[in-house]
């Protein structure tokens, strides 16, 4: 589907293949993939990029305008704290386990 909307919009703005894989910095045949849908989970560092370059919003490429992204917004929140934080995803995955032993911690405590 993201290819799909991606192809529909490139198309819209009447850029060429080549011209969006130059402008958003992506091989020309990984968009190629993209668009025709053999690659449907291009990272969200290429569909920030694409959605850039193409003048939208990432729920545009996404398919999903119009949805309700409270819980979503919630957690670009968290992210966003995180990252203000200077914490990245390998900050992240090694805190885990502080997360794990406090949501056990909780649960343990509710039981009482």
Same mark, same amino acid.
């Given at each position: 589907m993201i290819g799909t909307n991606i192809?529909?919009?490139? $198309? &819209? &703005? +009447?850029l060429t *293949?080549?011209? *969006?894989?130059?402008?958003a =910095?992506? %091989? $020309? %045949?990984? /968009? %190629?993939n993209i668009e025709r849908n053999l690659n449907d989970n291009p990272s969200i560092q290429i569909v920030e990029k694409l959605a850039e370059v193409l003048g939208v919003e990432v729920v545009t490429l996404l398919g999903v305008e119009g949805q309700n992204f409270t819980t979503d917004n919630e957690w670009m929140d968290f992210i966003n704290? /995180? $990252?203000? /934080? +200077?914490?990245? &995803? /390998? =900050?992240? =995955? &090694?805190y885990r386990i502080v997360f794990e032993f406090i949501k056990w911690k909780n649960q343990k405590d509710e039981q009482k």
């Amino acid at each position: 589907m993201i290819g799909t909307n991606i192809y529909r919009i490139r $198309k &819209k &703005k +009447g850029l060429t *293949l080549s011209e *969006l894989a130059e402008r958003a =910095d992506v %091989s $020309k %045949s990984y /968009l %190629s993939n993209i668009e025709r849908n053999l690659n449907d989970n291009p990272s969200i560092q290429i569909v920030e990029k694409l959605a850039e370059v193409l003048g939208v919003e990432v729920v545009t490429l996404l398919g999903v305008e119009g949805q309700n992204f409270t819980t979503d917004n919630e957690w670009m929140d968290f992210i966003n704290n /995180l $990252k203000s /934080l +200077g914490i990245t &995803k /390998l =900050d992240f =995955d &090694k805190y885990r386990i502080v997360f794990e032993f406090i949501k056990w911690k909780n649960q343990k405590d509710e039981q009482k």
